[in-house]
């Protein structure tokens, strides 16, 4: 190779190093690094990151990487390193925009709120949070305008996290959704509804055992991935060889860490199942958001809220939390898609958790768009909880405060959580044309299958595929919401003894 290649080799070998070592202070940050010893952290935190920063819009490093998307130069890389270089020229001519102090104060911000929301979340105070969100919402729009200055900064930050991805297509998409989703809940709610069958303490240790079933049972590996406790469920990867996944655990809420296992354990698999030719590149981790939620909710919802998933393994989950003992089968698998107006997202079914992230698109819109002030954000939530859920949280941490996102300026990053369950209907009746029916795979205790069919038809291929050519070579067809529907309405149907519409 190129003595170009090689200088660019040195100094994005010195970026991969500064970004595993700040993964790792967040995650211990997070997980581990008890309150006194915060702030320091932060700090930590803040220079490793202003450091990267500084590295990778340099001149030099950037210098470099136009070189290497000149033909000559291009032609020798191979296909993780040509993507690298394409996306970094992309990326950086935004970045560079961004000026130094100004991303160090961000990130110094982010610690701030990140501390600020989990004292409030604790409080139910939306007041302690309420100064930090402003700040951050402020940082948001001006970092928006440093990257693309003529561009809506709402579009801008889904444009960060679903590449390709406007909101003319989101909102068609979810109107498309609610149009056959309204009805279908409305007769739901209306059926007979099943009396809670799990009642009682199970113990967090005994809970964590049941986590590690399920995460070895879908197909995480313990060999390339770690478990931890936070404050709030989450997933990151240094590598390939090195995921790691965090969970919250209630003594009274057996099922919310269950869930929670599958559903990070989906983010897991898809990071340990990257091609390995593609680590310490920029294609080595999927960075679309709707892409990677698809396989966290395809694991927690469409193989997890499946009756068979359990046949094989509910006898061991039994054993493991006795409180399940006198609970059968088809008690369990009702409880687990009991449908009903709730409060929490994450918590939530998966046919009303449509609706919780509706609503936090449309306040997302309604801050970058018609600017309403922090202080009235509570009255819009509660406002929109009783319009699309009939409900109204009695406190913020129910309420407006139960997300982390904002606090760590994740706008526009809800979406795609539900752009991902879209994408998993089509998945569904893809693998099903493939493979045959799902509930006999799971019956029979072959879902591993069904891992190694998304490792081959999706997580092999990291980040080198858009969100719409993911969609376009997988189910040959454009996006639509129709294959989810027909997946909610055949299910439910069935489970609530619906009169075929």
């Given at each position: 190779?190129?003595?170009?290649?090689?200088?660019?080799?040195?100094?994005?070998?010195?970026?991969?190093?500064?970004?595993?070592?700040?993964?790792?202070?967040?995650?211990?940050?997070?997980?581990?690094?008890?309150?006194?010893?915060?702030?320091?952290?932060?700090?930590a935190?803040?220079?490793?990151s202003?450091?990267?920063?500084?590295?990778?819009?340099?001149?030099?490093?950037?210098?470099?990487?136009?070189?290497?998307?000149?033909?000559?130069?291009?032609?020798?890389?191979n296909?993780?390193?040509?993507?690298?270089?394409?996306?970094?020229?992309?990326?950086?001519?935004?970045?560079?925009?961004?000026?130094?102090?100004?991303?160090e104060?961000?990130?110094?911000?982010?610690?701030?709120?990140?501390?600020?929301?989990?004292?409030?979340?604790?409080?139910?105070?939306?007041?302690?949070?309420?100064?930090?969100?402003?700040?951050?919402?402020?940082?948001?729009?001006?970092?928006?305008?440093?990257?693309?200055p003529?561009?809506?900064?709402?579009?801008?930050?889904?444009?960060?996290?679903?590449?390709?991805?406007?909101?003319?297509?989101?909102?068609?998409?979810?109107?498309?959704?609610?149009?056959?989703?309204?009805?279908?809940?409305?007769?739901?709610?209306?059926?007979?509804?099943?009396?809670?069958?799990?009642?009682?303490?199970?113990?967090?240790?005994?809970?964590?055992?049941?986590?590690?079933?399920?995460?070895e049972?879908?197909?995480?590996?313990?060999?390339?991935?770690?478990?931890?406790?936070?404050?709030?469920?989450?997933?990151?990867?240094?590598?390939?060889?090195?995921?790691?996944?965090?969970?919250?655990?209630?003594?009274?809420?057996?099922?919310?860490?269950?869930?929670?296992?599958?559903?990070?354990?989906?983010h897991?698999?898809?990071?340990?199942?990257?091609?390995?030719?593609?680590?310490?590149?920029?294609?080595?981790?999927?960075?679309?958001?709707?892409?990677?939620?698809?396989?966290?909710?395809f694991?927690?919802?469409?193989?997890?809220?499946?009756?068979?998933?359990?046949?094989?393994?509910?006898?061991?989950?039994?054993?493991?939390?006795?409180?399940?003992?006198?609970?059968?089968?088809?008690?369990f698998?009702?409880?687990?898609?009991?449908?009903?107006?709730?409060?929490?997202?994450?918590?939530?079914?998966?046919?009303?958790?449509?609706?919780?992230?509706?609503?936090?698109?449309?306040?997302?819109?309604?801050?970058f768009?018609?600017h309403?002030?922090?202080?009235?954000?509570?009255?819009?939530?509660?406002?929109?909880?009783?319009?699309?859920?009939?409900?109204?949280p009695?406190?913020?941490?129910?309420?407006?405060?139960?997300?982390?996102?904002?606090s760590?300026?994740?706008?526009?990053?809800f979406?795609?959580?539900?752009?991902?369950?879209?994408?998993?209907?089509?998945?569904?009746?893809?693998?099903?044309?493939?493979?045959?029916?799902?509930?006999?795979?799971?019956?029979?205790?072959?879902?591993?299958?069904?891992?190694?069919?998304?490792?081959?038809?999706?997580?092999q291929?990291?980040?080198?595929?858009?969100?719409k050519?993911?969609?376009?070579?997988?189910?040959?067809?454009?996006?639509?919401?129709?294959?989810?529907?027909?997946?909610?309405?055949?299910?439910?149907?069935?489970?609530?003894?619906?009169?075929?519409?």
């Amino acid at each position: 190779m190129s003595q170009t290649f090689d200088r660019f080799q040195t100094l994005y070998e010195r970026l991969n190093q500064l970004s595993r070592i700040g993964i790792l202070v967040s995650w211990d940050m997070y997980t581990a690094t008890p309150k006194k010893g915060f702030d320091d952290m932060a700090k930590a935190m803040t220079f490793l990151s202003t450091e990267a920063f500084a590295l990778a819009t340099s001149d030099e490093f950037y210098d470099l990487v136009l070189a290497l998307n000149e033909p000559e130069e291009y032609r020798q890389l191979n296909e993780a390193m040509q993507y690298s270089v394409r996306y970094l020229k992309r990326d950086l001519e935004k970045r560079r925009r961004i000026p130094k102090d100004f991303y160090e104060d961000f990130v110094n911000t982010q610690n701030d709120a990140m501390r600020a929301w989990e004292d409030a979340k604790r409080a139910s105070d939306f007041s302690i949070f309420a100064p930090h969100l402003e700040k951050i919402i402020d940082m948001i729009a001006k970092n928006c305008a440093y990257i693309d200055p003529n561009k809506d900064p709402y579009e801008v930050l889904l444009d960060q996290f679903e590449e390709g991805m406007d909101s003319a297509t989101i909102d068609r998409i979810f109107e498309e959704l609610k149009e056959g989703l309204l009805p279908l809940l409305d007769q739901i709610l209306k059926a007979q509804q099943p009396e809670s069958a799990i009642h009682g303490s199970y113990d967090p240790d005994a809970q964590k055992k049941v986590q590690k079933l399920l995460l070895e049972y879908i197909g995480f590996s313990f060999d390339a991935g770690t478990t931890a406790q936070s404050e709030h469920p989450f997933t990151t990867g240094l590598s390939c060889n090195d995921v790691r996944i965090t969970n919250h655990f209630y003594e009274d809420a057996p099922l919310s860490a269950m869930f929670s296992a599958i559903h990070e354990g989906g983010h897991g698999i898809f990071e340990q199942n990257v091609n390995p030719a593609f680590h310490n590149t920029e294609a080595a981790s999927c960075r679309y958001m709707g892409v990677h939620e698809s396989q966290s909710r395809f694991f927690e919802n469409i193989l997890g809220r499946n009756r068979n998933f359990w046949i094989p393994i509910y006898p061991k989950i039994q054993e493991l939390l006795p409180g399940l003992k006198t609970v059968s089968l088809d008690q369990f698998y009702r409880e687990i898609n009991h449908v009903q107006n709730s409060l929490i997202r994450t918590e939530a079914d998966e046919v009303t958790y449509c609706l919780h992230i509706i609503l936090r698109y449309e306040i997302e819109q309604a801050i970058f768009r018609d600017h309403v002030p922090v202080e009235e954000l509570p009255k819009l939530w509660n406002q929109k909880m009783k319009e699309y859920l009939k409900i109204t949280p009695p406190d913020d941490a129910s309420g407006i405060l139960q997300d982390v996102h904002w606090s760590n300026g994740q706008f526009g990053y809800f979406p795609s959580y539900l752009l991902g369950s879209i994408y998993d209907g089509m998945f569904l009746e893809e693998l099903e044309k493939e493979l045959g029916p799902v509930d006999q795979i799971l019956a029979d205790g072959k879902i591993q299958t069904i891992t190694k069919w998304l490792n081959d038809k999706i997580h092999q291929y990291g980040s080198t595929r858009l969100p719409k050519d993911v969609i376009r070579q997988v189910c040959d067809r454009e996006l639509s919401a129709k294959p989810l529907l027909d997946y909610y309405r055949k299910k439910y149907t069935e489970l609530y003894q619906l009169k075929e519409s």
